[in-house]
């Protein structure tokens, strides 16, 4: 099950974070369709857009079908065949499609048979743990280990304008597989894209959280291969669909469970006032820092472009590898910051948790 995400680079700065080699190898960024939809935020839940991957082959038919396109489309798949005039109308749920039965539902086997597979953009998911004994489930958030290179901390190797296409060495987005469709309203009107996202048995790490985990594709080959509808058959692409351990997490705030909520708090490590913790995978797991002055804004097209010093940049810090509740000072500078960010904020526009 993976029922919220968290993806809220700006634009400009998650266009980098993409770049990629198409088949000659040339390095690229992928071009955006319908830019002004994508809204960063902490917490997104379904129903809202997100930014998804995908060959530029499926909009333009002579194109290459290693190159990208950024689309932003909507959390639920809307089967094309769907006849009501209201998405929201849809019966069942598409948030995810499992990956067991993903032949026999005509609702994802018929895109999947026509190449319409996407990649899922997101600096992680959030998934809920059960606690034995009571109602409560402890809210953890699910992410891509993240390794420290040389260059990591400085800013110039990715915001300097003449290597932006050839380095990105920040927070590496998470990559879930999906399978998209088009929706025409039979009244008329404009196409919907709308998506979901695969899910595999959870690998052991995640396992004691939830049964469930989204197909996450580890690599940029995986990436590619899912992609390249017009050279990877269904059959092929399919292989590449299952679960991983190259996966890391920390328990964070019940802030998260109200999906209004949209601050650095729902991803921000937290302590668990327990007797035992899960440990958290991976031997290099790493915490963020965000140096932006203010919460995302949907962006607006028109508007100058961001100074260098304006775009929110990673840095990583490690997090305790104990099996007792993690200490205060584990993200002490993360936690300063977002001490800070909320003393600044007004009264009236502080978030609230249900």
Known sequence: MC???????????????????????????PEWRDPDKYCPSYNKSPQSNSPVLLSRLHFEKDA?????????????????WFKESDPSKLQFNTTNCRSDT???KRSFKVPLGKGRRCVVLADGFYEWQRC????????YFIYFPQIKTEKSGSTGAADSPENWEKVWDNWRLLTMAGIFDCWEPPEGGDVLYSYTIITVDSC??????????????DGEEAVSKWLDFGEVSTQEALKLIHSTENITFHAVSSVVNNSRNNTPECLAPVDLVVKKELKASGSSQRMLQWLAPKSPKKEDSKTPQKEESDVPQWSSQFL???????????????????????????????????
């Open 3 to 29: 029922g919220r995400t968290s993806c809220h680079l700006p634009r400009d700065v998650l266009t980098r974070a993409c770049a990629y080699q198409d088949r000659r190898g040339q390095q690229r960024l």
């Open 64 to 80: 290459d079908s290693s190159e990208r396109i950024i689309a932003p489309m909507r959390w639920g798949l809307v089967p094309s």
């Open 102 to 104: 993903i032949m026999e």
């Open 132 to 139: 034995q004994g009571t109602n409560q489930r402890q809210p």
């Open 204 to 217: 052991k790490g995640l396992s004691d959280i939830h049964h469930r985990m989204p197909a996450i594709l």
């Open 320 to 354: 305790q590898k104990s099996s007792l509740p993690t200490k205060r000072g584990t993200a002490g500078l993360l936690e300063q910051w977002l001490k800070r960010e909320k003393e600044e904020e007004p009264a009236a526009k502080r978030p609230y948790s249900q």
